[in-house]
């Protein structure tokens, strides 16, 4: 885990370990058991390394590759980083000096 919404991990990696782990609900397949095999049945090729998708609110970049073999995997939930700067953008729009209603004497 490099952050709360950031974790690098082994292609290797089973999908409900996954889900288990960090929270996810990465869908188990008939054709695939790892994280890498899903990312394979996504993509329908063999990816190269940095090669990036989104999927179900993932950022997920291919971060090393051994041979045909997807080594390490780097995945980031995208929903959460998107709210944090929503809410950081709403916050320095605020008019400065305006009152509300509670504050109206």
Not at 2 to 28: C, K, V, W, Y
Not at 32 to 42: D, M, R
């Amino acid at each position: 885990m490099i952050n709360e919404h950031t974790f690098q991990i082994d292609g290797s990696m089973r999908i409900e370990e996954a889900n288990e782990e960090m929270g996810l609900s990465l869908p188990e397949g008939d054709d695939y058991e790892t994280v890498a095999g899903l990312i394979l049945s996504l993509l329908g090729h063999i990816p190269k390394p940095n090669e990036k998708l989104r999927y179900r609110g993932l950022k997920i970049v291919i971060t090393e590759m051994k041979g045909l073999k997807i080594e390490k995997i780097l995945l980031t939930r995208e929903q959460q980083t998107a709210t944090i700067q929503r809410v950081r953008h709403e916050t320095e729009e605020e008019p400065k000096g305006k009152t509300t209603k509670d504050q109206k004497a």
